[in-house]
């Protein structure tokens, strides 16, 4: 279920399944220009970021972001009709891919207020279910999520820590929890594997943090 998947760094991955999507372009390495399309959680530095997306795209790239990045998107030369502007709880397809968008949100801290409206996404590729969270606290709607794969933060601070994401993947129960969002930015390095000893025995970890 992971063939083909990375995360590059911080709260960016890359899907190769067909399409190559990425999810939050942050740090990219060099040209790739490769993207079929790109979604963006929410425009925090570390998730939008106009220099990373500069890597990645290329002509006819499908940009998928919440809708208060409208301006932004259009100021940086991308045509609206190469645009899907999402909200809460609503479902959409994407170069034949299906998704909903799941609300991301703190519940005990600022950062991430639930009125801005921001986003994970739930998306389903070669028959297998895929829930990249976003910068979130565990919600009532998270909580709801039925998945194969789940990518969720860990790092704390501006997210749950890794006690809170292991916490929410033992109530979802995916069959593979991928930790991200820790490490640089926030969290200490061993984040991953601390969040590992807490998930249940019966849920398989992945680190794939580079």
Known sequence: MLENIEVLCHSCI?????EVIYFDPFKIEKNYNDADAIFITHDHYDHYSEEDIDKVVKKGTIIVAPE???TKLLKKGFERDNMVLVTPNQKYTVKGIEF???PAYNVNKQFHPKANEWVGYVLKIEGVTYYIAGDT???EENKKVKC???????????TMDYKEAAELI???KPK??????????VGEKSDGVSFSKLVSPEIEV?????
């Open 148 to 158: 194969d794969v789940a990518f969720v933060p860990v790092g704390g601070t501006f």
């Open 170 to 172: 033992n109530e979802i």
């Open 100 to 102: 909903q968008t799941i």
């Open 176 to 185: 593979i929890a991928v930790p991200t969002h820790y490490g640089s930015i």
């Open 206 to 210: 992945e680190v794939l943090m580079k």
């Open 68 to 70: 208060d990045l409208l």
């Open 137 to 139: 606290d565990i919600t």
């Open 14 to 18: 890359k899907f190769n399944k067909g």
